[in-house]
């Protein structure tokens, strides 16, 4: 079984920046889109980012467009979003979460997920 682990989550002002990381725990695994959802108290979780396999490919939420840039280093085995010009309303747990097929946007399409890590911007 494949476990993404994120970091970098935190507390940061509005209009700051954070930089979530993704990888597996234990064993390398090959992916192919990855991507990164998030879940704010009493909402569903959400799609904000993401990326093909080799990365030429990206596709972002319209609430996040401009602002969140997604990445990925399969060298490292390692995704990121990076998060700018951050907003109360980006306060959410972010899930890194990596797909078999080819392309997904779908929650219901991604194959393994992360435990979450908590993004807070105050205002």
């Known amino acids: 079984q494949v476990q993404l682990v994120e970091s970098g989550g935190g507390l940061v002002q509005a209009g700051g920046s954070l930089r979530l990381s993704c990888a597996p725990s234990?064993?390398?695994?090959?992916?192919?889109?990855m991507g990164w959802f998030r879940q704010a108290p009493g909402k569903e979780r959400e799609f904000v980012a993401a990326?093909?396999?080799?990365?030429?490919?990206?596709y972002y939420a319209d609430s996040v467009k401009g602002r969140f840039l997604i990445s990925r280093d399969n060298a490292k085995n390692t995704m990121y979003l990076q998060m700018n010009s951050l907003k109360p309303e980006d306060t959410a747990v972010y899930y890194c979460?990596?797909?078999?097929?080819?392309?997904?946007?779908?929650?219901?399409?991604?194959?393994?997920w992360g435990q979450g890590t908590q993004v807070t911007v105050s205002s």
């Open positions: 979460a990596s797909s078999l097929r080819q392309w997904a946007v779908l929650r219901g399409n991604y194959d393994y």
């Open positions: 234990g064993r390398t695994f090959s992916s192919n889109t």
């Open positions: 990326i093909s396999r080799t990365g030429a490919w990206s």
